[in-house]
Nanobody, 123 residues
């Protein structure tokens, strides 16, 4: 059974940083795409970033490009999202997702999802 578990969320002041991590059991990040999403109260889930078959294979939503950085450590079977220069509008539950196989990272349908970690940014 595949399980993804996010960690690293919390409360931070505007302008601050957080590093979210996603660990996997029953699945290896090395065999497919992985991504991060978020969902704020009353809003639809929003794609943030995706990581593909190599360290250079990344894709970001325009809304967070330059502030957030996705990375993965296949040896530790973990994935991370570095959040910098956080804004109150970044407040949301952040989810990691994964799938088998690699793609162009655009409009990917992910198979496995974590339960989410709350990020709250105060003004």
């Amino acid at each position: 059974q595949v399980q993804l578990v996010e960690s690293g969320g919390g409360l931070v002041h505007a302008g601050g940083s957080l590093r979210l991590s996603c660990s996997a059991s029953g699945h290896s990040f090395s065999v497919g795409d992985a991504g991060w999403f978020r969902q704020a109260p009353g809003k639809e889930r929003e794609f943030l970033a995706a990581s593909g078959w190599s360290a250079g294979a990344t894709y970001y939503a325009d809304s967070i490009k330059g502030r957030f950085t996705i990375s993965r450590d296949n040896a530790k079977n973990t994935m991370s999202l570095q959040l910098n220069t956080l804004k109150p509008e970044d407040t949301a539950v952040y989810y990691c997702a994964a799938r088998l196989g690699f793609s162009t990272l655009r409009n990917v349908k992910y198979t496995y999802w974590g339960q989410g970690t709350q990020v709250t940014v105060s003004s």
